[in-house]
């Protein structure tokens, strides 16, 4: 069994040495390129540079855009006060307004009261009395003109003030739709700015390299 197996092993290895592969030839051929040594070494650092170029440009872009971002954020907040400010000085104005009415409403009241108690002292005037007036019925006539006078005077108060809230109201619109109109064209200067960068940074990556000297191959 040992020769038997000897035999086998012999075999193999005869037949791997008359099929196994024959010599490699190639036919002699010059390697490399059009370009020398020093061309190709200065290609490299071009390369070099340029991606160096290229990374410290983009931490530069990564800190614009982050600084702008931020003072965007600081925009908003400072808008948003601005608009609670103005909301709660338009709520203390409307709140004054209404307590300066229910002042004006409790006088005039207590004014009523007043003169409807100096009528109520005064002798009723009958047609003689009309066509002879007297003291009493002249005392009467001054008090109903002053009656007239102090409601005259207290609609005009409240005319006014119906003014002056209309006036703050229009000229606070105003003043919101300017804010309006500056951040819009704000935002969009901003944009344009944006745009134009990036514009001209695809402009520079797709300009040819003027390195290269005609007659010479990459």
């Known amino acids: 069994t040992c ?9 193999l290895e005869r037949w791997k040495e ?8 190639l036919v002699p051929q010059r390697l490399g390129g059009n370009e020398s040594e020093a061309q190709v070494r200065q290609n490299q650092q071009m390369i070099l540079m340029q991606s160096k170029y290229q990374k410290k440009h983009k931490r530069e872009e ?7 971002a931020e003072e965007a ?19 203390k104005r409307q709140e004054e307004m209404q307590r300066r009415k229910m002042f004006l409403e409790d006088q005039k009241y207590k004014t009523n009261e007043l003169l409807n108690g100096l009528d109520m002292g005064l002798p009723k005037s009958d047609s003689c009395q ?10 009467w006539k001054r008090s109903h003109a002053y009656k007239q006078a102090l409601r005259e005077d207290e ?13 703050k109201a229009e000229l606070m619109e105003l003043k ?17 700015r944006v745009n134009n960068a990036f514009l001209d940074r695809l402009q520079n990556k797709t300009q040819p390299n003027n390195i290269y000297q005609p007659g010479h191959t990459g």
């Not at 020769?3 to 075999?11: I, R, T, V, W």
């Not at 008359?18 to 030839?25: D, M």
């Open 3 to 11: 020769s038997a197996a000897k035999k086998e092993l012999d075999d």
């Open 18 to 25: 008359e099929h196994g592969p024959g010599p490699i030839t």
């Open 62 to 68: 990564y800190v614009k855009a982050k600084k702008a």
């Open 73 to 91: 954020e600081i925009l908003k907040k400072k808008a948003i006060q601005r608009e609670k400010a103005e909301r709660l000085e338009a709520k």
């Open 130 to 139: 009309i066509a002879n007036p007297g003291p009493e019925s002249t005392a």
């Open 155 to 167: 609609n005009r108060r409240l005319e006014e003030m119906k003014q002056e809230q209309q006036r």
């Open 176 to 192: 919101q739709k300017q804010e309006e109109e500056t951040r819009t064209r704000a935002h969009q200067k901003e944009q344009r």
